[in-house]
Every structure is written in structure tokens, then in C-alpha cells.
């Protein structure tokens, strides 16, 4: 299985390459992309720079084009697409019907990949976008049960590639709008679930209070770990008692399912991050390389070693970590 890896600059493209990267995704500096952060991602120019690298290393770049496009930014979508396809990128990630249209109509050549935002959970939905769009691949979304997986993986038209590690998105991808009601700004248009224009840390006597514009997410102890505030991970006051009513901060580790996974036919891990610092993509990269070395030299007695999950676990949301909907015993 391809090892698919997150880079949000340059230093983390390099992190991910050294570390083992197959191939590592990124995004255009604007709204094109899931992770419109400032500071984060690429001009036309770096993503040159990290193609050269990656062409000398035999590793893939991949563009994430991922937001669903509006009628007012229908050109800055679809130069995003002409620039890609220019600079040779292996794929282009993309989710709306109306883009991946315009990449098949006007670059019949560039290799389209459906990303997680197209929300692709049954063999129908990847029929009409293998058949419409000619996807060579799809990002499963986070919702599935393993059971589920291995059953589409057995039937899919295109290759599948599945989350491996990291933040989880509680909703079914594509269709979030939890931020929208806050800020105004969908995630899946804007491209940040909580925009940092919104964000507000204030100090309070026995620590800090985070808002998402001037709404209370969550309150910290002096000695507690603050997370970035997120409406589906923040702590609110539902029946008398405070706690996380959607869903608490933590990680997706899928490290034990490597070896069904790989039965299966997926075709690649993906690891979650491109919002994450250099020193994170090293580090989850460099874990799961490892992993998928072990399962490759040895399928049959492959096991999770305790220093990969020590590891994982230092650079998880929460200092905790799930299968998520992996992991449905009653199903």
C-alpha cells in the first residue's frame, strides 16, 4: 500500500519525503483547498521546487482541490485546475462535480482522485464518478466500518484509499456546515473549519477560554492542553453538566487494521495533517513507514510495536486515539 502523506509547506513537503513519503499532497494558497490556512500551503512556484525534489526522491505529488467551488470564484477554481495540470502534478484531488468536469473536459490527461469530501460511501456513488469523471481513485470518508470497507474495496471500479492516522471529522465529509452557523463561513466552501479571523484565546484567571467569533468553545485549566476550537470538539453545558457533546478531541490509529487493510485491496494510507508542524509529518510519517515495511517483509506475523504507538500517541488530539467507525463489533 502507498503511503500517502500531508504537507502544508515546503519544510513539511521535505519531512515527508525524507521520512518515507510514497507520495505527499498539498494545496494552492486560497480557498481551493481544505486547509486555507494563513501561512500554510503552496505558490505556483514552491509546488515546482517540492516536484523536483519528489521527481528526484521517486516520490508523487498530489494537488487537493478539495472545496466545493461557488459561481463567484468559478475561475480562481478552475485556474487552480490549468495551474496543476501545468506543473505535472501525479493527481488532483477534487470533490466538486462542476471542477472535476472542467479537469476531464479540459486536461483529459491529469489523473483525478476523488477526495474525501466527495463523501464516496457505496459502490454506486463510485460507479457514476468512475464512469462520469474517470476517477482513478477514491478517498474513502471516515465513516465506514472495516466491514463495510472490505466489502466496497471487493467490488469498487477504482482504486481505494483509506485515512490511516490522524484528526477525525465527525460528519459525513462534504457535508459539514456545524462552522457556518458560527462564522458564516462553511468549511467545505472556505475551506477551515474554524477561520482564523474567528479565533480568540483569552486569558482567565485559572487558565484560558477559547471563542470562535465571541462564541465559548471551551475552557482550560492553567496545567490542561488547549486545542484549536472546533465546534464538534468543544465542551458545552447540556443538562447541567459541562462536557464534549459531539466529540471529544483525539486521533484516528488504524495501525492494527494494516493487515486487513492490505488483504482487502486498498491501495493506500492516508495520513491527516497538512495544518501539523514539519516535526509532526516526520514523525508520523516515519512511524507508518516503518509499519507498512514490517507488513510488507513479514504479512503474517506483523504487530503493532509499543514505540510506534508511544510515538502516535505524543502527537495525538488529546493524548488519545481511536479506530472510530473502523471498529462497529455489533455490525
Known amino acids: ?10 519544510a513539511a513537503f521535505a519531512a515527508a519525503v525524507e521520512n ?19 501561512g500554510l500551503n503552496f505558490s505556483e512556484s514552491q509546488v515546482q521546487v517540492a516536484i523536483t525534489h519528489a521527481r528526484a526522491n521517486g516520490v508523487k505529488v498530489f494537488v487537493a482541490l478539495n472545496t466545493y467551488l461557488q459561481a463567484e470564484g468559478w475561475q480562481r477554481w478552475r485556474q487552480a485546475v490549468d495551474r496543476a495540470a501545468a506543473l505535472g502534478v501525479d493527481a488532483v484531488i477534487a470533490a466538486d462535480i462542476g471542477l472535476l468536469d472542467y479537469a476531464v473536459q479540459r486536461h483529459p490527461q491529469l489523473r ?16 457514476f464518478y468512475a464512469e462520469r469523471f474517470g476517477i482513478r481513485r477514491a478517498v474513502l470518508p471516515r465513516v465506514l466500518s472495516l466491514a463495510q470497507v472490505q466489502r466496497l474495496a471487493g467490488r469498487s471500479p477504482v482504486s481505494l484509499e483509506v485515512f ?3 484528526s477525525l471529522c465527525i460528519m ?12 458564516g463561513q462553511s468549511p467545505n466552501t472556505c475551506g477551515v473549519c474554524s477561520p482564523a479571523s ?74 491527516e495533517g497538512r495544518q501539523r508542524s514539519p516535526a509532526y509529518v516526520a514523525r508520523v510519517t516515519g512511524v507508518w513507514r516503518a509499519a507498512l515495511d514490517a ?3 513479514d504479512p503474517e506475523g506483523f504487530h503493532v510495536q509499543d514505540e510506534w504507538q508511544v510515538s502516535l500517541a505524543a502527537v495525538s488530539e488529546g493524548a488519545q486515539t481511536t479506530l472510530g467507525a473502523y471498529d462497529r463489533p455489533w455490525q
Open 1 to 10: 500500500m502507498d503511503l500517502v502523506c500531508p504537507a502544508g509547506s515546503p
Open 20 to 38: 518515507g513519503a510514497d507520495a505527499v499532497y498539498v494545496g494552492f494558497r486560497d480557498g481551493t483547498n481544505a486547509r486555507n490556512f494563513a
Open 112 to 127: 483525478l482522485h476523488l477526495s474525501v469530501q466527495g463523501s464516496a460511501t457505496n459502490l454506486e456513488a463510485l460507479r
Open 164 to 166: 490511516g492516522f490522524g
Open 172 to 183: 459525513a465529509e462534504g457535508r459539514c456546515q456545524l462552522s457556518s452557523y458560527v462564522t
Open 198 to 271: 474567528h479565533v480568540r484565546w483569552e486569558d482567565i484567571a485559572d487558565g484560558m477560554e477559547s471563542r470562535l467569533n465571541n462564541v465559548l468553545i471551551d475552557r482550560f485549566a492553567a496545567d490542561e492542553h488547549a486545542g484549536y476550537p472546533t465546534i464538534c470538539k468543544g465542551r458545552y453545558r447540556v443538562r447541567g453538566s459541562i462536557a464534549h457533546a459531539l466529540e471529544e478531541p483525539v486521533s484516528l490509529n488504524t495501525l492494527s487494521l494494516l493487515p486487513q487493510l492490505a488483504r482487502a485491496g486498498i491501495a493506500a494510507i492516508k495520513l
Open 295 to 297: 507488513l510488507a517483509r
